[in-house]
């Protein structure tokens, strides 16, 4: 299957820090992909879809200018926290699909945030 | 897209089938069934999806009722390995840029 690569896997930052975040699609072009957050023994809560070439597109109560996304290829859209406090502190997921009809989504293998 | 219920948690044996249900009594023509899983720490993974017929592939079986209100992924042989949240996601076809929605899922336990 399709392959969607996130990096880092983990990272521990200071708060008042911002981290980047980056999502590749390493055998296609996705111009949609899409960021979840998913806080411990919760679900994976949608926090925006972000579009190539284009603004993105935020779920209600996610902060716009805390959380920057950028897609500024076909296969890589970053995600940047900014200003981190601990209570950002969560499991970030992107994904991302073929374009078409009906097709199954592929996932990143997320990134553990850590604000200390 | 419909809502789906599942159970909160299950255990299985090792080397036993898994059978995960997924009740999703509202949903409409149009709408496919879709079975992921998240295990520990990592992104979820594509497991199988259907319309109304039985559907198999290396992973997993897919059984949807005639009535479709409800479906039943079925792992034949569970190994520790499929310890994970199955999360049962109805909705209809869609394109690329349309996201997936999860629900609760079921915590399954593969145990020696």
């Known amino acids: 299957g399709a392959v969607v690569s996130q990096h880092p896997s983990r990272v521990i930052c200071k708060s008042g820090t911002s981290v980047k975040i980056e999502c590749r699609s390493l055998?296609?072009?996705?111009?949609?992909m899409f960021w979840y957050r998913q806080f411990p023994k919760q679900s994976l809560m949608l926090m925006a879809t972000?579009?190539?070439?284009?603004?993105?597109?935020?779920e209600q109560g996610v902060e716009k200018d805390k959380f920057l996304i950028n897609h500024a290829s076909l296969t890589l859209s970053t995600l940047t926290v900014t200003s981190a406090h601990p209570e950002d502190s969560s499991f970030y997921i992107c994904?991302?699909?073929?374009?078409?009809?009906?097709?199954?989504?592929?996932f990143g293998q997320g990134t553990r945030l850590t604000v200390v | 897209d419909a809502k789906t219920t599942q159970p909160t948690s299950m255990d299985c044996a090792e080397g036993r089938a898994a059978n995960l249900p997924c009740n999703h009594s509202t949903i409409s023509g149009n709408e496919y069934v879709y079975w992921y899983r998240q295990i520990h720490s990592q992104g979820p993974q594509y497991i199988i999806h259907g319309l109304k017929n039985n559907e198999t592939n290396e992973m997993a079986s897919l059984i949807i009722t005639e009535d479709r209100k409800s479906s039943t992924l079925i792992l034949p042989h569970a190994t520790l390995r499929d310890t994970a949240v199955y999360y049962c996601i109805v909705r209809v076809l869609a394109s690329g840029n349309t996201p997936l929605v999860f629900g609760k899922g079921t915590r399954l336990s593969v145990i020696a």
């Open positions: 055998d296609f072009q996705a111009t949609t």
């Open positions: 972000s579009n190539e070439g284009s603004k993105a597109t935020y």
């Open positions: 994904s991302a699909r073929y374009t078409g009809l009906n097709t199954e989504a592929f």
